[in-house]
């Protein structure tokens, strides 16, 4: 064997174990679901069932909790996202000392760990305006963050904008709420949607920042959390399969549009 | 600014600025100053706020100096996610550099989708497929006790080593992605020339492809390192009362011991905690904040 097929052959194996390491976990977890015993796992297979989906269909807590999380994304969509959009359009136009500084107070929240956003909104809120934990506040300090990864996206798209396109239409006599609405804001579309899909995922899925705000609401993943600690079943394992089969859906779906996206629009360089 | 203001308008300028300084101030500013300010105030009844007791403290510091076992569970928050880190950082340089480097490129798009829906996966759902791993009655114990390496189930769950493991396959993907971007913008020439004149595969890493990935590998340890320290998921479902993480700690001061100025200091110290690490690796990669902050 030769050093060259030795190394291809070793990477190879080393890229199966990755996946592997990657995939694995969460096919035993898929397979727990179907296996007809009182906890789940995998080890001894008891049979196959498919009754846990039943026992998660009959979960009238579990229905309450998606509803909260469906109402927490929406909310943190409409804040985040138009947020993230001024502090784009806002950054696209500055060019000096005070984008950076802008920039980096904006990408702050990204870089802080969850619990603390969660912390400062819950103290900050309370002391000023009497708002204690509850629906309002966790839309409030997810949006917080979500904003700054929406603003990222936008910026991104800003910066390939032809902004001779806005100029022309301002020397032909249109009014700036007029370039807003028919230039620059159908521009963004694409980078509209995708920022809100990402919007509602980063706050279905968020844990550590809820956790301190939500006061006694309950999300789905507060209340997956819990099931985990305290009445464990393969139900919490039929939840989380179709959460994730919904989301390996929407990736893949988000991917195909996003390349097919940027291959209508090649890169100027 | 005159430049936003020819370009919108004045009625959107104003939109965009309002919108800009709400998001801010309100929500991103004022609550972490306040939340400083509340964690040098001592934990007052409403009555006593403002009154002559009411005044800047350190003791709020000063307990987990004084807390045996907040200051070992702070310590070991350190250096478990500083292991963490580590173990992230060997396992995932050479996915990334395969993926950057090597990887036939029409074979590129399907090897990224396939890290792309893991790390889409919620976070808490990972760490519960780890759950089910490490059970009691679990395939890693049945796999364990079947090789004969143990006569009996071992407890996996609810110690620190659990934790850990947990957390390198939840944050793995936090560091692969910002590597193989950093690498990506590498010349494969350079590795080639570097070939030809005699240099072996640990010299042009050392030589080449590191330096030229350092930005990457700063910002893929200082997110690992953050998302570690500052988990609450992972040591809550794979932990026990025996692994506390500093986090669970805060969490206690808030809604367990009801004193929120000494959860707002113990938070502000794990702020400070996240800030050196991110000052550390600036300085060992020796990056500019503009190279991580992109």
């Not at chain 1, 929406?150 to 301002?170: H, P, S, V």
Request: aromatic content about 12%.
């Amino acid at each position: 064997m030769t050093a060259a097929t030795f190394r291809r052959w070793a990477t190879g194996a080393y890229l199966v174990l990755f996946f592997g390491y990657l995939f694995l976990p969460l096919g035993i977890m898929a397979a727990a679901t179907f296996n007809s015993s009182r906890f789940p796992t995998v080890t001894p297979w008891m049979g196959f069932t498919l009754q846990w989906f039943g026992a998660l269909w009959a979960d009238q807590r579990m229905w309450q909790a998606l509803g909260t999380s469906l109402l927490v994304g929406a909310g943190v969509i409409a804040v985040a996202v138009p947020l993230g959009l001024a502090a784009a359009l806002l950054l696209d136009r500055l060019h000096s000392r005070a984008r950076t500084f802008l920039y980096a107070v904006m990408v702050s929240p990204l870089l802080t760990p969850g619990v603390i956003v969660g912390i400062s909104t819950l103290v900050f809120w309370r002391e000023w305006f009497g708002v204690t934990g509850g629906l309002f506040l966790t839309i409030l300090a997810q949006s917080s963050f979500i904003a700054a990864y929406a603003m990222l996206l936008f910026l991104a798209r800003l910066q390939r904008f032809d902004q001779t396109l806005e100029e022309a239409a301002l020397d032909l006599g249109a009014t700036h709420g007029q370039v807003f609405r028919r230039i620059t804001l159908p521009y963004l579309t694409p980078a509209i949607l995708s920022a809100s899909f990402l919007a509602f995922l980063q706050s279905f899925e968020n844990y550590n920042t809820t956790l301190f705000v939500r006061g006694l609401d309950t999300t789905l993943t507060v209340y997956i959390a819990s099931k985990v600690r305290t009445g464990l079943t393969p139900a919490v394992n039929a939840l989380s399969l179709i959460l994730i089969a919904l989301t390996i859906l929407g990736a893949v779906v988000y991917e195909i549009l996003r390349r097919r996206e940027a291959r209508r629009q090649p890169d100027p360089a | 600014m005159g430049g936003v203001l020819r370009r919108y308008g004045p009625v959107l300028t104003a939109a965009i600025l309002l919108a800009v300084a709400a998001w801010l101030l309100l929500l991103v500013v004022l609550p972490q100053l306040l939340m400083v300010d509340f964690s040098f105030r001592p934990s007052l009844p409403p009555s006593k706020a403002g009154g002559p007791e009411d005044v800047y403290t350190l003791r709020n510091y000063a307990t987990l100096w004084t807390n045996q076992i907040h200051l070992a569970i702070f310590l070991k928050t350190i250096w478990a996610s500083s292991l963490v880190t580590a173990v992230t950082l060997a396992v995932c340089y050479p996915v990334a550099f395969y993926m950057a480097q090597v990887a036939p490129r029409r074979r590129l798009p399907l090897l990224v989708l396939m890290l792309v829906v893991p790390f889409w996966i919620n976070e808490l759902l990972r760490t519960f497929a780890w759950y089910i791993i490490l059970a009691f009655n679990g395939p890693l114990n049945a796999i364990l006790v079947g090789l004969g390496l143990y006569s009996e189930p071992q407890r996996l769950l609810g110690g620190d080593a659990g934790v850990i493991v947990g957390m390198v396959y939840v944050y793995i993907l936090f560091m692969v992605f910002p590597i193989m971007n950093a690498m990506e913008s590498l010349d494969r020439n350079q590795i080639e020339a570097a070939r030809d004149l005699g240099a072996g595969w640990l010299r042009i890493h050392r030589r080449i492809v590191i330096p030229h990935a350092k930005p990457g590998i700063a910002v893929g340890c200082i997110m690992t390192f953050m998302l570690a320290a500052g988990s609450y998921a992972v040591p809550a479902l794979l932990g026990g009362p025996q692994s506390r993480w500093f986090t669970e700690v805060i969490y206690n001061w808030f809604f367990e011991g009801g004193n929120w100025n000494q959860g707002a200091a113990y938070a502000f110290i794990l702020l400070i905690l996240c800030v050196a690490f991110i000052l550390l690796m600036m300085r060992l990669f020796r990056v500019g904040l503009t190279d991580i902050a992109k």
